[in-house]
């Protein structure tokens, strides 16, 4: 039997460094900072641009439009009606972004990035942290990341809805935009279905995998993208960006598609 | 070679970091060198070991600031020229140099409901599949070593925090429990974010970088914890059919067995021995009589062939 005896008023040992860590520990926050400020900074500035984010002859039409809902809405770039005015503040995909931005910030990946690179809490592992005092996730604000599970329903249907964005493109033949566009979706989808929500709800809930031998493969399939999830999250962030640059520039007229068959 | 080391030394009233120049030989690791310095220029050094296997969890201390096993690391993964600063766990009282009291995490240990079967089963009459049992063995590597205890933020730098968190260690043995195919207990997960501090956890995953047995803690523990929190908490049409229905059914699930401090009865204390239930039935006497172990012969056939 374990005896524990307490000694009250004892105190941890005096050490006046606050780390001491040797590595560069403050390399990755560094680059975490950098990485989801930059990607932020883009998005925000292309979201609001109103412009250049549909190219009608290929039918590319850019994931930060999608689904394009305002009146403002180029011709044949809206596939669901424009229900909403133009007016300069409401994005294209004001139906969409929200749940996205939501999806991203209560992801548990992201939320352990900005809690080090923006937040400070911790910094890193033993440096301590920057403020003095911490409640965690209990309390409001912090305990809506509880709706992780929800947005991740959201992100579902939009994926739903981009993988339609990518196969319409397909229409008019095939070319650059094209495997862009499809690459873009296929990693969104390994990112949504590697997310923790999709692991819980696929079989992670379950106590007996014996007695669920379908859910049980399909939560190991899950658990093994899940090990990837800050990859994909990476990923994801670079193909976004990348497929609206693409379809910007075409808009744009910076460069023509390349063309494989047409 | 000598090579130049750093070791706090002191009690809970004070101390300082001395400087060591020690010999350093081929495929040493940093608990050899405590032991060198004992040996030959500090006696009274005080140290925790005994394995120096990495499976008893004794030697935790901080190497150049991060929380390692002292027997684990190789002295190889440090230059030649580079200073070794060892000093003793942060986030816990000190005893003396690099020895600290770690009551906490036994006092947390304690309060986490023990393993409880379903009714009208004995000891001896439990039957798992492997696939089901499978997630809950991951945490049995763990070896107590409190490294993830001592590393997480929310009581390191928060020594308030304490008496609501139980740390790391105490969510893989509550995910250990609620995994498990034959525990009968299904308000683990409500206990762990009522009564062990589940919320506080930030999934920094600092837990997971210095488990020395790699358990996923954060991914495969306390993540899972959280969604099943979510599961029962935070989901709307659950939450909308208790307001339609007027039932709260979190307040009426019973406390688990705990006092009004929410601390729960010492199990041990209550019961007629020490210890958890044998697995051969608590009514046995020692030596077994009816189960013989029958040693095979030398060359004889093994019994699962
Ligand atoms: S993941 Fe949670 S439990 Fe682990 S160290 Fe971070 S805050 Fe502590
Ligand atoms: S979970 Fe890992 S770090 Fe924590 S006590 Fe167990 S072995 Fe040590
Ligand atoms: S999307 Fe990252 S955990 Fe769900
Ligand atoms: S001495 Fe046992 S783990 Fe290091």
């Not at chain 2, 935070?234 to 067995?257: C, N």
């Amino acid at each position: 039997m374990t005896t524990t005896v307490s000694r009250p008023g004892a105190k941890r040992a005096a050490i006046a460094a606050r780390t001491l860590r040797t590595d560069r520990w403050w390399l990755a926050p560094l680059i975490t900072f950098a990485g989801l400020s930059a990607w932020v900074l883009y998005a925000t500035v292309r979201v609001f641009m109103h412009k250049w984010y549909y190219v009608p002859d290929f039918h590319y039409l850019t994931p930060f439009y999608s689904p394009c809902l305002t009146d403002r809405c180029v011709e044949g770039s809206a596939e669901f009606g424009t229900p909403l005015p133009s007016f300069w503040l409401i994005p294209e995909a004001a139906f969409t972004l929200p749940f996205l931005l939501l999806f991203r910030l209560t992801c548990y990946y992201y939320r352990k990035a900005y809690y080090r690179a923006f937040w400070l809490s911790p910094p890193a592992c033993a440096v301590p942290d920057a403020h003095a005092k911490y409640t965690g996730e209990t309390r409001f604000p912090l305990v809506f990341q509880n709706l992780h599970r929800y947005a991740f329903y959201a992100a579902t249907i939009i994926s739903v809805i981009n993988t339609w964005d990518a196969i319409r493109s397909f229409g008019t033949g095939f070319g650059l935009g094209n495997v862009i566009l499809t690459a873009n979706v296929v990693m969104l989808w390994a990112y949504t279905l590697s997310c923790h929500s999709c692991r819980h709800i696929a079989g992670g809930r379950l106590k007996h995998f014996s007695k669920h031998p379908v859910r049980y493969r399909f939560w190991t399939f899950v658990s093994k993208l899940n090990a990837r999830h800050m990859l994909l999250a990476w990923v994801t962030l670079g193909t976004l960006a990348l497929t609206d640059f693409y379809v910007m520039a075409l808009a744009a007229g910076w460069w023509p598609d390349l063309r494989f068959i047409s | 070679m000598s090579r130049h080391f750093r070791v706090w030394r002191g009690d809970s009233s004070g101390g300082e970091i001395r400087d060591y120049d020690v010999d350093v030989n081929d495929g040493e690791v940093v608990l050899d060198i405590i032991h060198r310095i004992q040996a030959t220029q500090a006696p009274d050094l005080a140290c925790r070991w005994n394995c120096k296997a990495g499976k008893c969890g004794s030697c935790s201390m901080e190497i150049n600031g991060k929380p390692r096993l002292g027997c684990m690391t190789r002295m190889s993964t440090f230059e030649e020229s580079e200073t070794v600063t060892i000093t003793p766990l942060r986030a816990f009282p000190v005893i003396r140099d690099l020895v600290t009291d770690v009551s906490f995490n036994y006092t947390k240990a304690r309060e986490t409901p023990a393993f409880s079967p379903p009714e009208g089963l004995a000891p001896g009459e439990y039957r798992m599949q492997q696939i089901d049992v499978e997630r809950s063995q991951e945490f049995r590597k763990c070896i107590e070593c409190f490294l993830c205890q001592n590393t997480c933020h929310v009581v390191r730098d928060h020594e308030e925090n304490k008496e609501a968190f139980s740390g790391p260690r105490s969510f893989i043995r509550a995910a250990e429990l609620d995994m498990h195919p034959l525990d009968a207990r299904s308000d683990r997960k409500e206990y762990a974010q009522a009564h062990q501090g589940l919320g506080y956890c930030n999934i920094t995953k600092c837990c997971s970088e210095v488990c020395p047995e790699h358990i996923k803690i954060t991914d495969n523990a306390i993540i899972p914890l959280k969604e099943r929190v979510v599961d029962r908490r935070y989901d709307p049409l659950v939450w909308l059919g208790r307001k339609i229905f007027r039932r709260d059914q979190l307040a009426e699930a019973p406390q688990v067995g705990a006092g009004p401090d929410a601390h729960l009865d010492v199990g041990e204390m209550l019961s007629t021995q020490s210890g958890g239930p044998s697995p051969f039935g608590d009514d046995q006497t020692f030596p077994l009589t009816e189960i013989t172990y029958q040693h095979p012969a030398p060359g004889s056939p093994s019994r699962d062939s």
